[in-house]
């Protein structure tokens, strides 16, 4: 596992920030490129996230830690209690008595997260935007896997086992705090400790959903390529304005930046693509290409391909969708003649231009449903 840099764990206050000087409170904002950041948010609150307890949110509410804006800053906003922040902050700690009174080394706050899906963790950004002398010095992530939708109180019992994801660690105010994560096994949720107080911005879990095959079944028609099932970006032409990962979540576009847009194509002959791994192996019935906001930015024409198996063998794709005209703001549904089995699917748009959306409605084949219920009992926990 890797850190962000420059935490120092030797002097207190390395890692504050200056004070708050005017002007845009993000311009001494200490961010970080990981590349982890690419896949889904396994605590995306559109999808099903949530924080469902925390053991003190005196100053701000741990609801904050999943809102999907950048934190906003308000230097004039006090309430009865003090500043409010747009983040999770708790007060601060106090020791024994007068003689003692800082809080002993293992007091911390603590707060209960609920992934929207099963899932393993790349990587965790710890973001204490704005957060710049009250942050935690040091946090840890644990993480476990509990079927079904336990309640904080059964989360807490003591034969809950609970595994340390990020080791206590020193982090920096108002900065992106990265951390890469190397456990090999899909979790449902996730302790954030704060040691021993403070305040967290948000909170970020990028990794790779881990579909229930069972749940599949039950449900038996599925979007193959929604990321709640299990499907995912391998690889895009462009990733200039939007990621295409947007493409594949399960709600609906609500403005023109909540989808894929690339830059405008100069160079005649070529187009844009992106390249996605289904769920599993499945047979597709039907396409949905959605276009909603985008309109003088949208694609032209679309075409979608597939393959079984062998997306590096480019002898192995074939037409699923021929090159079709797209209209702007506009969901089109296609219903293909015959079923058609696939492990990965490319969309190709021409020129270039935007898009909002895209279902693969299908169902998991014998074989893709006996892969994802392997792959689902290996990273058990």
Known sequence: MTTTPAASSTDPHANDAAPYGGGDPYADYRDGDYAFTSLVDLADRRFGAGVIAANDEFFAERENLLKRERAVFDPEHFGHKGKIMDGWETRRRRGADGDHPFPTDDEHDWALIRLAVPGVIRGIIVDTAHFRGNYPQQVTVEATAVPGSPSPEELLADDVKW?????????????????????????????????????????????????????????????????????????????????????????????????????RRRVKGTNDWVRFRLAAQGEIRAIEIDTAYLKGNSAGWAALYGCDGTPEDESSWFEILPKTKLQPDTPHRFVLPAAVTATHVRLDVFPDGGLARMRVHGSLTEAGRAALGRRFDELGG
Request: glycine residues 8%; hydrophobic residues 35%; proline residues 6%.
């Open 163 to 263: 595994e340390e994801i990020v080791p206590r660690t020193p982090v920096r105010g108002h900065a992106a705090n990265g951390f890469e994560v190397t456990a090999e096994r899909r979790f449902t949720h996730l302790r954030l400790k704060q040691h021993p107080d403070g305040g967290i911005a948000r909170l970020r879990v990028h990794g790779e959903v881990v579909a229930d095959p069972a749940w599949l079944d039950v449900l038996g028609t599925i979007d193959l390529a929604s990321v709640l099932n299990g499907g995912a970006v391998e690889d895009a032409s462009d990733r200039f304005y939007s990621s295409p990962t947007q493409i594949i979540q399960p709600d609906l576009s609500r403005k023109m930046d909540d989808g894929w847009e690339n830059r």
